[in-house]
């Protein structure tokens, strides 16, 4: 759909939703009418809520287009390399089962296990009543997975970086974040009343600019940068901003969701990739979600930044405790990962095949190094939107990442490996989109 199409389409749907808030000749405000009784329609319509309404112009816009809706698929089983939807099976890139250990038999009976002595909640705050043995021996696990003092585990993954930036900083505090940083992290700044300045995409220069000029402005200053990049599969030099944060006199954060897992030899994540000790990093972060095959999000180092969440960070004090047998899955999955380092380099080469094989066919592929995330940049959500139809018709399950989201230019698919995928999976994948890309470029020739 063209921009001109989709301006004209917003305007009819303002119109209509204008129309219906638009009082009646019986309605008309009179003196004897309270100002409560005056307040227009609009605003106590669901309907009539602007985000509602651009929900509406983006499903219209699929309609006209014949498009189905790509999102919320039903999954009809466990999703690595391959699912099952609707009844039929798709190579899936739409997953973050990067080690395939969700659905792991080993896994699973962790899990069943859990449940079968714990039950199925702790039933409340883990600092009131929830406690429980599990808990601590995955936060012990998790601090010696990084080799830092100590760790926390939040019941969710977008509450950890919440409630961790929410509670750190404050109104005579700084935080530096990329632009590319996650919602959660994005949040979690706002929530804080802090200052909060966005640096251009792993740009060091203009990070260290921002840190000569406001440094000494404020007590606390935080830079928050990612592991490995969810939408564009590239990762930051993570010396060049230990350095930084370092002759600055700033924290470090690394968010670490995509790259717990996946980056390095043991899969130890940023710091291993570029040999860097643990300690370098002030706050690291991760999820559960991904590799560790579970559910919600952790804060390592040192133990007085974890005692101190633990005991007062609302999203920790004030959240139920993690289930028993969600705890279970990922506690396994860090025994497994040493044990079993061959699931990290299949990865690590499967990716890497894909990314040379999106090369070879001149894909916009960024600047993905090939790390169990690879984009494939088309420019135009319509675009995106269609040959994830177009992919889905043939078999094979990949999001399309639309604008807002990502700017219109930089529409895309989104591929996740996993070390399951195949090389014929990837071939056969490759080669359907391109015979998509050009099935529609004809079409609009």
């Keep these: 759909m063209s921009q001109h199409a989709r301006d004209d389409l917003k305007r009819q749907l303002l119109s209509r939703s204008r129309r219906r808030s638009r009082p009646q000749p019986s309605d008309a405000a009179s003196t004897d009418v309270a100002p409560s009784q005056q307040v227009p329609e609009r605003f106590v319509r669901f309907e009539d809520h602007p985000g509602y309404q651009q929900i509406a112009m983006m499903r219209e816009g699929a309609r006209r287009l014949g498009l189905t809706d790509p999102f919320f698929k039903q999954h009809e089983g466990n999703a690595g390399a391959t699912t099952t939807i609707d009844g039929r099976n798709y190579i899936n890139f739409a997953s973050y089962n990067y080690l395939g250990y969700s659905g792991d038999p080993r896994v699973n009976r962790a899990a069943a296990d859990a449940v079968a002595h714990y039950g199925s909640s702790v039933s409340a705050s883990r600092m009131v009543a929830g406690e429980r043995p599990i808990h601590q021996a995955l936060e012990r696990a998790l601090a010696d997975a990084y080799d830092v003092e100590d760790a926390v585990a939040f019941v969710s993954g977008h509450a950890t970086n919440v409630s961790t930036l929410g509670y750190l900083l404050g109104p005579r505090d700084l935080i530096l974040h990329d632009e590319y940083i996650h919602n959660s992290a994005m949040v979690g700044a706002q929530l804080s009343g802090a200052k909060r300045i966005a640096f251009p995409h792993n740009d060091i220069a203009a990070l260290d600019d921002l840190l000569s000029r406001h440094r000494g402005q404020f007590e606390r200053v935080l ?3 990612e592991g490995l990049y969810s939408m564009d599969g590239d990762v930051p030099d993570l010396p060049r901003f230990v350095e930084l944060k370092s002759r600055h006199r700033a924290w470090l954060m690394v968010d670490e969701a995509h790259s717990f ?165 990837v071939d056969d994948t490759l080669t359907a989109l391109q015979q998509a890309m050009d099935s529609r470029a004809t079409a609009h020739a």
């Design 223 to 225: 830079i928050v940068i």
């Design 261 to 425: 897992g996946v980056l390095g030899a043991r899969g130890l994540g940023l710091r291993e990739h570029f040999d860097v000790p643990a300690t370098a990093v002030d706050i690291w972060m991760g999820t559960m979600s991904k590799t560790l095959a579970g559910c919600g999000g952790y804060i390592a180092g040192c133990r007085a930044l974890v005692e101190t969440l633990r005991h007062l960070a609302p999203g920790f004090l004030y959240s139920v405790g993690m289930p028993a047998q969600v705890a279970a899955p990922s506690l396994k999955v860090l025994e497994l990962m040493a044990e079993e380092p061959e699931r990290i380099a299949r990865l690590q080469d499967i990716s890497r095949y894909f990314l040379e094989r999106a090369h070879a066919l001149e894909l916009d592929v960024g600047d993905s190094i090939g790390a169990a995330v690879v984009p494939v940049i088309v420019g135009s959500s319509p675009l995106a939107a269609g040959l994830s139809h177009d992919l889905f018709e043939r078999g094979i399950n990949v999001q399309p990442i639309l604008h807002p989201a990502v700017p219109e230019k930089s529409a895309r698919l989104r591929f996740f490996l996993s070390c399951e995928h195949t090389r014929e999976q």
